[in-house]
């Protein structure tokens, strides 16, 4: 099975990786057990990854953004608890990424 990785976030003794299939997973990392694995719902393809405050924030591939918070991720929740808020439009083309600087969510070109 191929696992393509995207994005990496750690935090609290845990990681969540975006993979090639638009899937977050929460591995424990001493012992890279899988403890929760969340796929996007069909149709949205995820192209980034990143935490503010306790809320990951995630963007797909047609520009939609999606928000959840690490409890709802932790408890095991199926995509149903993503919450779509909002669709937006850029200029953008490949090579850009989503991150904080702890106060606001980012999107940056590297154009």
């Excluded at 439009?89 to 606001?104: I, N, R, S």
């Amino acid at each position: 099975f191929l696992c393509l990785l995207f994005f990496l976030l750690v935090h609290n003794q845990l990681f969540c990786v975006f993979l090639l299939h638009s899937s977050i997973r929460k591995v424990a990392i001493k012992t890279g057990k899988v403890e929760i694995l969340q796929r996007m719902a069909d149709g949205h393809f995820g192209e980034g990854l990143t935490l503010l405050d306790d809320r990951l924030i995630q963007l797909e591939f047609n520009l939609f953004l999606f928000m959840q918070t690490q409890n709802t991720l932790s408890k095991g929740c199926s995509k149903s608890f993503h919450k779509n808020i909002g669709k937006f439009t850029h200029g953008m083309k490949d090579g850009w990424g989503l991150a904080t600087d702890g106060k606001e969510a980012i999107v940056k070109s590297w154009e």
